[in-house]
Nanobody
Framework: QVQLVESGGGLVQAGGSRRLSCTAA????????WAWYRQAPERQRELVAK???????EYADSVKGRCTISKENVKNMVYLQINHLKPEDTAVYYC??????????WGQGTQVTVSS
């Protein structure tokens, strides 16, 4: 079992930055990769960024160049730094700890609202 808790969301003006955090507890060593997803109202949940245990990262085209995913193994933390925020970045952001193709654990999400 893995428990994830996101934090760092809030209201931010367009052009601003936000750092989201994901605190993990449980069987962390079983995680293959970590990811941040987001879901805007009436839209499907979409991948924002992913980081593998070896440090390799992947980003959605919509955030590439504005976003950095990182992890701090000692603290069992995963971060998402988003810069140059746009109103279309408004969404609930979720942390995912993926163990296998069929098993992953989600946090409860943290709301980011970007005002224009």
């Amino acid at each position: 079992q893995v428990q994830l808790v996101e934090s760092g969301g809030g209201l931010v003006q367009a052009g601003g930055s936000r750092r989201l955090s994901c605190t993990a507890a449980g069987t962390i060593r079983s995680i293959n990769h970590w990811a941040w997803y987001r879901q805007a109202p009436e839209r499907q949940r979409e991948l924002v960024a992913k980081i593998y245990v070896n440090g390799v990262t992947e980003y959605a085209d919509s955030v590439k160049g504005r976003c950095t995913i990182s992890k701090e193994n000692v603290k069992n933390m995963v971060y998402l730094q988003i810069n140059h925020l746009k109103p279309e970045d408004t969404a609930v952001y979720y942390c995912l700890g993926q163990i296998s193709a069929s098993l992953g654990y989600w946090g409860q999400g943290t709301q980011v609202t970007v005002s224009s």
